[in-house]
């Protein structure tokens, strides 16, 4: 079990997942997405492989409309 | 006659007018204006998904990457750690290396830092990005910029959303007559005619958001914007006629009966 902090909330994980498992989870499309892992960028051929851990902080992005 | 070409980072460009996405009613609304306003390149911000709502649209989902050059920006940021961030992220998504820089300094204003705007110029450049610069209409600023490598000098006409259009058009002026990249006026437009004074003045292209967004009929001013940047680019190419302080007829003289 793993408690991680994504997006400013904290989320109870029950097992620890990989990135892109959680990518899953979220119906989310790594192609319209980035990601920091604890202030770090991840790159996408690396979330198979990043498993979450306790008390890991991840900040999930896309783009929206702006000027 | 040559054909007049908008190139910018060696990105060749059909339309002059790049356009803001934000400030839409939804996501539609964007779509049609942007179709209608017939820019290829279009701003976008970088925000955290809401991990609450799996079936929120996605901005990709109206415009399509692929048809529509993405130029993603730092609007809201604040400081040179920020925009850094921000635009690291952006080419994480999806490999963008053309990038907007704009770093405010002040919440009333969002009159840019022009400190925080060069340091975090030098290291985009470093970090291999072809950055657009969002600054004041300060000459010496611009030159500096262009000479640390930015891709295009992007001042201001008035502030951002004010609508007010080119306050400084002796600034605006010379940055054009001392730029070898393409100078863009970037916010403040207003209206149309703005946009086509600028052109005219020989900007390379304008920016625009809340003049199309917040206009009452958005797809019409998108519109209105594409035929008046057009016409301001030909009319800058034409070249205008001398101004004169008397008048002088038209018609001729010989033959008045």
Known sequence: MAKIQLNGKY?????????????????????????????????????????????DNVEIVYFIGGG | MKKDIFKIANKKLNSRLIVGTGKYKNFKETADAIKSSG??????????????????????????PKKYLYLPNTAGCFNSN?????????????????VKLEVLGDKKTLYPDMEETVKSTKILVKEGFKVLVYCTDDPIYAKKLEDIGASAIMPLASPIGSGLGIQNKINISIIIKQSKVPVIIDAGIGTPSDATIAMEMGCEAVLVNSAIANAKKPILMAKAFKNAVI???????????????LGYPSSPIDGLI
């Open chain 2, 231 to 245: 016409s301001g680019r030909e009319g800058y190419l034409a070249g205008r006629m001398k101004k004169s302080l």
């Open chain 2, 39 to 64: 820019a290829d390149m279009v701003t976008v911000a970088v925000r955290r998904v809401n991990i609450l709502d799996k079936k929120k649209p996605v901005l990709m989902d109206y415009l399509n």
């Open chain 1, 11 to 55: 989320i109870n994980l029950k097992k620890n997942i990989s990135i892109s498992q959680l990518l899953k989870k979220y119906k989310l499309n790594e192609r319209k997405i980035a990601i920091e892992l604890n202030k770090e960028i991840i790159s996408k051929q690396k979330y198979n492989k990043t498993i979450l851990k306790d008390k």
């Open chain 2, 82 to 98: 920020e925009a850094l961030r921000t635009l690291r992220l952006a080419r994480e998504i999806g490999g963008w290396k053309l």
